[in-house]
């Protein structure tokens, strides 16, 4: 098979499992399995039934998004070929989602989904080969030998060394390989740990989905054709690619929190998975200060989320939330760990970010925040990250405490960056200028524009509801 039919291939598999990938969540394993075995395990009966199928069919896709991952850093570490274990890995996806919302997810789904995912390298390596080289090999994968089982005595987690954090924290690694420049790291990283579309990837980075699609692409192959190791790297290796594993964190967190699309505001299971990994990294590098800033901002972030939405699913604005829904567990541990990291005197990004975070989390109100100083926290931001996400927001910062009318002309500025120019968000900013400076018709156009081109219906929603708001009001 050809390089473009291959990745036709694997495009058409990967899209049939990721193709509701912006669905939330659905209950967890154990309630598909009680609920398949209370209906006998059919998704039949008219409209009743085929609400019961797609129930079940969410509920797969959950335990699949949060297995996914997992599964493929084993199936890395054992076999050695990212390629080839992400293609079989996607074949058992593909099969899972067939076969479970029918006949209800296995007692161990992570258990199925390596043997199926196993057997099918194992497929792919016979299939690929008349060189002795790799009919040796895959004589030592055969399925007979005592490494397989069959299906009707499926391991547990711990039997197949599905090591959830050491295999998910491999394939962090792996992707951020040496032979990647930062970029394809990244974005290879989102997909495979992260779950995220090449579409949704292309989204985070401001760039095509085509560039995008041909960057994964060409990530992989270089892995391939490097012949570099899959281990756990050495800790000054770690030290080296630790940079690209937080930004690929950071951007997974911020999918989660804030979903680029789809009819959900917050994809729970990428935030959570984000902050399972943070906690992770930070327990093997104790004394990275970015490391705990990383961590510190998820925490302070995600206490606000269940503040974010409505029952209905709407977007709440911060200035508007319930704050006694925040979590505040959540922010006593993160505003003790940034106080802590902030001590040690080497001040980075997402430290900066994480005491922005602290100082929202720890306000009373919207008004009684205190403004300046997270105007003062931006501008040290921007003089070590010019990223244009961060000027808007100084921007923001900049309007609550000189007044719209200085906010807009930052803005105004910023709308010159090619990064940023015609991205949803600058038209949302300005619509709130806007409206703050009684300016309701200019308000109501960049509300409407803003709506126009964002890609999440939660965001649309909200933004056409403000457009409609009588003035005034």
């Known amino acids: 098979m050809s390089a473009d039919a291959e990745r036709r291939d694997f495009d058409r598999r990967d899209a049939e499992f990721r193709g509701v990938a912006d669905r ?13 075995q209370h209906e006998g395990g059919h998704c039949a009966g008219g409209h009743a039934g085929a609400e019961r199928c797609d129930s079940a069919r969410h509920a797969a896709e959950r335990v699949l998004r949060e297995l996914a991952p997992r599964v493929l850093g084993t199936l890395v570490r054992r076999g050695g070929d990212f390629s080839s274990a992400e293609d079989a890995l996607q074949e058992a996806l593909v099969a899972a ?47 007979e030998s005592k490494e397989w089982v069959n299906a009707t005595d499926m391991p547990d987690a711990s039997e197949l060394g599905l090591d959830p954090e050491d295999d998910t924290l491999l394939l962090l690694f792996t992707c951020c390989h040496p032979a990647l420049t930062d970029a394809s790291a990244t974005a290879l990283t989102l997909r495979a740990v992260g779950g995220l579309t090449t579409a949704e990837i292309a989204r985070a980075f401001l760039v095509p989905e085509s560039t995008m699609a041909q960057r994964i692409s060409r990530a992989k192959e270089s ?43 917050v994809r729970v299971d990428l935030s959570r998975e984000a902050l399972r990994l943070a906690r992770a990294l930070q327990r093997v590098a104790p004394e990275h200060s970015e490391a705990a800033g990383l961590l510190a901002l998820m925490l302070l972030t995600d206490a606000r989320r ?63 925040t205190d403004w300046p100083q ?17 000027a808007l927001n100084h921007a923001v910062a900049t309007a609550m405490v000189q007044g719209p009318e200085a906010g807009l002309r930052l803005v105004d500025a910023l709308a010159r960056d090619p990064r940023i120019a015609g991205h949803y968000r600058l038209d949302a900013v300005r619509a709130h200028f806007f409206e703050r400076a009684g300016d309701r018709a200019a308000a109501v156009k960049h509300f409407t524009a803003a709506a126009d081109a964002t890609a999440s219906l939660a965001e649309r929603d909200y933004l056409l509801a403000k457009a409609a708001k009588p003035a005034g009001r």
């Open 374 to 390: 997270i105007q003062a926290l931006y501008g040290l931001l921007l003089r070590i990250s010019d990223n244009p996400i961060v």
């Open 24 to 36: 939330d969540a659905g209950p967890r394993d154990s309630e598909v399995r009680d609920a398949e």
């Open 97 to 143: 989602l067939e076969q479970w919302p029918t006949r209800g997810v296995p007692q161990n789904p992570g258990g199925w989904l390596f043997q199926v995912a196993s057997r099918a390298l194992v497929d792919r390596r016979r299939s690929e080969a008349a060189r002795e080289r790799r009919e040796a090999e895959v004589a030592s994968w055969s399925p």
């Open 223 to 265: 892995i391939r054709a490097s012949g570099v190791s899959f281990e756990l790297p050495e800790a000054s290796e770690r030290g080296r690619r630790l940079d690209a594993v937080l930004h690929v964190l950071y951007l997974i967190f911020n999918e989660g929190y804030a979903a680029s699309s789809g009819p959900e505001l």
């Open 306 to 368: 269940e503040a974010r939405t409505s029952a209905r699913g709407e977007l709440i604005p911060l200035d508007e939330q319930d704050r006694s829904r925040w979590d505040r567990a959540a922010i006593a541990e993160g505003s003790a760990l940034i106080t802590a990291t902030l001590a040690r005197g080497q001040v980075g990004s997402y430290q900066l970010q994480a005491a922005i975070a602290a100082l929202h989390d720890e306000a009373p109100s919207t008004d009684a």
